[in-house]
């Protein structure tokens, strides 16, 4: 079982860039979410899809931000233009279904905006 | 390592003690709890959970105790071992948002 895989581990970008996280969820679970961790915020969730469908993306900080997932074994958030502020480390998590299960966290994207 | 609170809490105990982690959850129509451990540079890693009908659940050295009138859960570890180590946070399920709100965290720290 290789558990949720993100790419990549480490990105550098300069302010004005585009940044594209991705994620592979474990195969047959059915719902995916993406999460910000930082020093002042701690773990926020930005989105969650059900079944490749976005469902609540109320924690997404704003435009610049934006996730899809085209099929049930890719998802993709990206930040378009990034800035220093958006540095953190992103999560990718799934689970089984909607709710009431546990999620399985992938290792995270350490992303840092210069 | 991590990133995580300026101010997380900090539980410092010696190998071979019990330790016991708490949380202080927010909404009394949260239905499912969850712990979960975070080591440095990792994503966080499940431990347990409990549904809201069951006040207590054991796992392997872990248990997990809901107490809903006062809204607080906690997580005993046994025999702590160096490798307990890391960031411990709770997360609740609220009914009906179909989502988990994760903790602030407290950061365990086992001395030799």
């Known amino acids: 079982d290789a558990g949720v895989i993100q790419s990549p581990r480490h990105e550098v970008t300069e302010m004005g860039q585009e940044v594209t996280l991705r994620c592979k969820p474990i195969s047959g679970h059915n719902s995916l979410f993406w999460y910000r961790q930082t020093m002042m915020r701690g773990l926020e969730l930005l989105i969650y899809f059900n079944n490749n469908v976005p469902i609540d993306d109320s924690g997404m900080p704003e435009d610049r931000f934006s996730a899809k997932m085209p099929n049930a074994s890719f998802s993709t958030l990206k930040i378009q233009p990034s800035e220093p502020r958006d540095s953190a480390v992103y999560f990718c998590?799934?689970?089984?279904?909607?709710?009431?299960?546990?999620?399985?966290f992938g290792p995270g994207t350490r992303l840092t905006v210069t | 390592g991590e990133s995580v609170g300026l101010h997380l809490p900090t539980l410092s105990v010696q190998e071979g003690d019990n330790s016991i982690i708490n949380c202080a959850y927010s909404?009394?129509?949260?239905?499912?709890f969850i712990w979960y451990k975070q080591e440095s540079g990792k994503g966080p890693q499940f431990i347990i959970d409990?549904?809201?009908?069951?006040d207590k659940r054991q796992g392997q050295r872990v248990t997990v105790l809901l107490n809903k009138t006062v809204k607080h859960l906690s997580l005993q570890i046994a025999a702590t071992q160096p490798g307990d180590s890391a960031v411990y946070f709770c997360?609740?399920?609220?009914?009906?948002?179909?989502?988990?709100?994760f903790g602030q965290g407290t950061r365990l720290t086992i001395n030799p």
């Open positions: 409990i549904r809201s009908n069951m």
């Open positions: 997360a609740e399920n609220i009914q009906g948002a179909q989502k988990l709100v």
């Open positions: 909404n009394s129509a949260s239905d499912y």
């Open positions: 998590a799934s689970t089984r279904a909607g709710w009431g299960y546990e999620q399985y």
